[in-house]
């Protein structure tokens, strides 16, 4: 079966900080994709990232950054310089190998992201 | 770029009734999938589709939901005799073959009453 944990429900910061939203995840696959997700406040589900198990390098992307490291099973977030408009719900979610038609994601809880000016 | 449209953006029913949640996936992808979100909670797969066919589900898909590609453009979920708790938000999502693109539609916010 397979589980993802964002630990974090709430994080509160201030304009300009840097945030790192967390994710741990488990899978019997030694073949899976990781994703992460953000939910502005109107409800749909932006794509920001989607990492396969064989590519374990670090990924920046503007003021994002993804650290994946596949010994402590976690896909982590981080946030540089936080703004307003990174206020959301971020998830982390998993599926597995593709060519065993497994596509379904499992999604985490959610972390609330809250950017204060 | 292209899109998941699903329609309606919101639907209220009366519980008992049946309701249709209709989405477009974008053309050239080939597997296709239904999840909700209960308000304030994580989003759960419901559902996948391939090859005009059901290729997984979850426990939560039950007899009271279908799915069915009516033409060659529209994909659609039924839920039967719908209840208090089905009320949430569906979302539609698109995927294609090799590179494992995936898409999701903005959502229909579904209220049971």
């Known amino acids: 079966a397979q589980k993802v944990t964002q630990a974090q429900t709430e994080i509160s910061v201030v304009e300009k900080e840097d945030v790192t939203l967390d994710c741990v995840y488990e899978?019997?696959?030694?073949?899976?994709?990781l994703f992460w997700y953000k939910q502005p406040p109107s409800g749909e589900l932006v794509f920001l990232i989607r990492r396969n198990s064989f590519d374990e390098q670090n990924e920046i992307s503007g003021r994002y950054s993804w650290n994946f490291q596949k010994s402590t099973s976690s896909f982590n977030f981080t946030i540089t310089a936080s703004q307003v408009v990174d206020s959301a719900v971020y998830f982390c979610?998993?599926?597995?190998?593709?060519?065993?038609?497994?596509?379904?994601?499992?999604f985490g809880s959610g972390t609330r992201l809250q950017v204060q000016p | 770029e292209p899109e998941v449209t699903q329609t309606p953006s919101h639907q209220v029913t009366q519980m008992g009734q049946e309701v249709i949640l209709r989405c477009v996936p974008i053309s050239n992808h080939l597997y296709f999938y239904w999840y909700r979100q209960i308000l304030g909670q994580k989003v759960e797969f419901l559902v996948s589709f391939y090859n005009n066919e059901i290729s997984e589900k979850s426990e939560i898909f039950d007899d009271q939901f279908s799915v069915e590609r009516p033409d060659g453009s529209n994909f659609t979920l039924k839920i039967r005799s719908t209840k208090l708790e089905d009320s949430a938000m569906y979302f539609c999502?698109?995927?294609?073959?090799?590179?494992?693109?995936?898409?999701f539609g903005s959502g229909t916010r579904l209220t049971v009453v």
């Open positions: 899978t019997r696959d030694t073949t899976y994709y």
């Open positions: 999502a698109s995927s294609d073959g090799p590179t494992y693109g995936y898409t």
């Open positions: 979610a998993l599926s597995g190998p593709v060519d065993t038609g497994r596509r379904a994601l499992t």
